[in-house]
Each structure stands twice: as C-alpha cells, then as structure tokens.
C-alpha cells in the first residue's frame, strides 16, 4: 500500500457535496498512476468530449523550456504535442469542442488528428495560464496581467485592470476568481475585489457543471460561492489538478500524474 493511499484512508468519511454524487466518497478510493517522469507536470486540463487530459513538463538540459503532452484517458496513448514553442497551459471550450494551448509566443488551438498545435492570432504574449468560460481568460508571463479574448478581440480583464493575477477562473455566476502571491481574491457581482483567503494556489480547474477548485500543495478545496471555500482532501505534493468527466481528481506531484478514482456506490 503506497503512501498516497494510506493518507486517502486516513480521510475516511468524507464526502463530496456540491458534485452530480453527493455521496461519492474517497473510503475506497483508489489512486491510479497515469504517467510517471514527467519533471513538474503542470497546467493539468481534461477534454471531456473526448476524454483526453492535457498537461505540460519542464524540460531539463534543452534549448525550449516547457512541453505540452497529450494523454487520452480512454486506453493511456500518449504523446507530445508538436508545433507549438514553449508549450505550458490548456484550456478547453467544452461547447465548442476547442482545446487552447498556450506558449510562450501566444496560443494554439490542438488538432485532434495530427495531434498539433496551430497558432491562432490572439496574442504574441507568453502564456501562464487560461481557464474557458464563455470566453477565453488568460494571465500572461512574468506581467502577471489577465486578459479575455471575447468576440475576436483581446483586452485586459476590466474588473483586474488594477491588480496583478498570475491565475484566473470563473464562475456560473460571473463571478471572477484570482490568485497571485498575496492570496485568493474574487472579484464578484458587487464589482469590488475581496479577499478570500492567503492560499498559495497553483491550480484553478472546474468540474463539468462549471463548479471551480483549486489546489494548494497540500489540499484540495472548492469554491462554494463568492468567498466561501471547502476543503475536499488533503495529499501529499500537489503540483496541479485537473477534473474528468466523471468527477473523478486528477493531480500532478512532482514527477507525475495520478488519478484519484472515487468510490461511488453509495451514489444513487
Ligand atoms: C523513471 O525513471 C527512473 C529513474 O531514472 C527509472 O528507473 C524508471 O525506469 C523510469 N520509469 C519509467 C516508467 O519510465
Ligand atoms: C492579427 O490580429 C491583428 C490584431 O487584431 C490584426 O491587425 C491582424 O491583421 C491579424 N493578422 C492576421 C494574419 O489575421
Ligand atoms: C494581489 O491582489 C490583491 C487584490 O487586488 C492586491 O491587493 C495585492 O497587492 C496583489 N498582490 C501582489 C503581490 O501584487
Ligand atoms: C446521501 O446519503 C444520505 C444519507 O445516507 C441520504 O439521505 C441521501 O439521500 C443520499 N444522497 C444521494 C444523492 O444519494
């Protein structure tokens, strides 16, 4: 019995509120590793139309910096995604079946069939990270800047004009969520930015109903609504987290990415 299993024992009776399975639990729960080497998986994001998890690496002793893998969850092929430079976040417009790749010279779209990336005319920027909904959020590169990409045009997040944000996610409800090194903001319907709480965050991510979470590199929380916040589970070294179709976490330590399988028989 590995170390992850034993702490996910150690849990016992906790259940999952705010999901489709209110009485999912993690009692027999199973970890499942689905890749393993990979330095600092990061930026983790599922396509759930076709069940496919992407996710970036730091590359050592190479001219580029960061690569973008592709992993289809259906049968373990995987494989790395070419033309794209300095590969590092993934989002997914669900609706409109587009994965977002970005680089470090702008953002991609993936092409499902020669498992490539082609550059879109969005934006020249290094991309830290992007989260899709209705439009498509990004922060960029060292600026610490958030923009959104709305109608063909891209322009700095309004309601964050005045504030750094290195992560950005967003609500059902509009509600527009942030971190940077201070901690956890909302910028919510009253239009003022308010302090949620000083978590050291490295991964926004939403479940297929558009419930947000994040981790930290030692929990799991979700977001309830507004500054409200749950922690799911606490694991050991969590480098980024991801959420498939089922519900099931998805997470990076530091040198791979493991599925945390959900015992759902108590579910009705
Ligand atoms: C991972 O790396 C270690 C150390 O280099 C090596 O022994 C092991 O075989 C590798 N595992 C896989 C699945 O590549
Ligand atoms: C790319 O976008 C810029 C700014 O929106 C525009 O001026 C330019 O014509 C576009 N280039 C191409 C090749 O579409
Ligand atoms: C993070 O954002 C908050 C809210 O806008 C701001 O008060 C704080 O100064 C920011 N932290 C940094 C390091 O810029
Ligand atoms: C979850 O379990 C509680 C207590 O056993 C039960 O009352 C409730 O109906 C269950 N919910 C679902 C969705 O099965």
């Given at each position: 019995m590995n170390l992850f299993f034993y702490i996910v024992l150690l849990t016992l009776g906790q259940t999952l509120g705010?999901?489709?399975?209110?009485?999912?639990?993690?009692?027999n729960s199973e970890i499942e590793t689905l890749?393993?080497?990979?330095?600092?998986?990061?930026?983790l994001a599922v396509d759930p139309n076709t069940n496919t998890l992407f996710f970036s690496y730091s590359l050592q002793n190479s001219e580029e910096s960061f690569k973008i893998v592709y992993l289809?969850?259906?049968?373990q092929k995987r494989g790395e995604v070419t033309g794209i430079s300095g590969g590092f976040a993934q989002t997914v417009d669900v609706k409109n079946r587009v994965v977002y790749l970005g680089g470090s010279d702008g953002i991609y779209q993936f092409d499902y069939e020669t498992k490539s990336a082609n550059r879109l005319n969005i934006t020249k920027n290094s991309i830290w990270q992007m989260f899709f909904k209705e439009y498509l959020y990004y922060t960029i590169s060292l600026n610490e800047e958030a923009y959104v990409y709305k109608d063909g045009v891209a322009a700095k997040v309004k309601q964050l004009e005045n504030t750094r944000a290195s992560l950005i996610a967003v609500d059902n409800n509009h509600n527009i969520y942030f971190a940077n090194s201070s901690g956890l903001y909302v910028n919510d319907n009253d239009n003022a930015i308010k302090h949620i709480g000083d978590y050291i965050i490295n991964g926004f991510t939403s479940d297929i109903n558009g419930n947000i979470f994040f981790s930290t590199l030692d929990k799991i929380y979700s977001i309830i609504s507004g500054t409200s916040v749950k922690q799911i589970i606490e694991l050991n070294d969590i480098h980024g987290l991801a959420i498939d179709a089922k519900g099931n976490y998805i997470y990076s330590t530091y040198n791979t990415v493991k599925r945390l399988k959900l015992d759902v028989t108590n579910c009705s």
């Amino acid at each position: 019995m590995n170390l992850f299993f034993y702490i996910v024992l150690l849990t016992l009776g906790q259940t999952l509120g705010n999901r489709n399975c209110e009485n999912a639990s993690f009692k027999n729960s199973e970890i499942e590793t689905l890749a393993i080497n990979f330095t600092m998986p990061y930026q983790l994001a599922v396509d759930p139309n076709t069940n496919t998890l992407f996710f970036s690496y730091s590359l050592q002793n190479s001219e580029e910096s960061f690569k973008i893998v592709y992993l289809d969850l259906n049968n373990q092929k995987r494989g790395e995604v070419t033309g794209i430079s300095g590969g590092f976040a993934q989002t997914v417009d669900v609706k409109n079946r587009v994965v977002y790749l970005g680089g470090s010279d702008g953002i991609y779209q993936f092409d499902y069939e020669t498992k490539s990336a082609n550059r879109l005319n969005i934006t020249k920027n290094s991309i830290w990270q992007m989260f899709f909904k209705e439009y498509l959020y990004y922060t960029i590169s060292l600026n610490e800047e958030a923009y959104v990409y709305k109608d063909g045009v891209a322009a700095k997040v309004k309601q964050l004009e005045n504030t750094r944000a290195s992560l950005i996610a967003v609500d059902n409800n509009h509600n527009i969520y942030f971190a940077n090194s201070s901690g956890l903001y909302v910028n919510d319907n009253d239009n003022a930015i308010k302090h949620i709480g000083d978590y050291i965050i490295n991964g926004f991510t939403s479940d297929i109903n558009g419930n947000i979470f994040f981790s930290t590199l030692d929990k799991i929380y979700s977001i309830i609504s507004g500054t409200s916040v749950k922690q799911i589970i606490e694991l050991n070294d969590i480098h980024g987290l991801a959420i498939d179709a089922k519900g099931n976490y998805i997470y990076s330590t530091y040198n791979t990415v493991k599925r945390l399988k959900l015992d759902v028989t108590n579910c009705s």
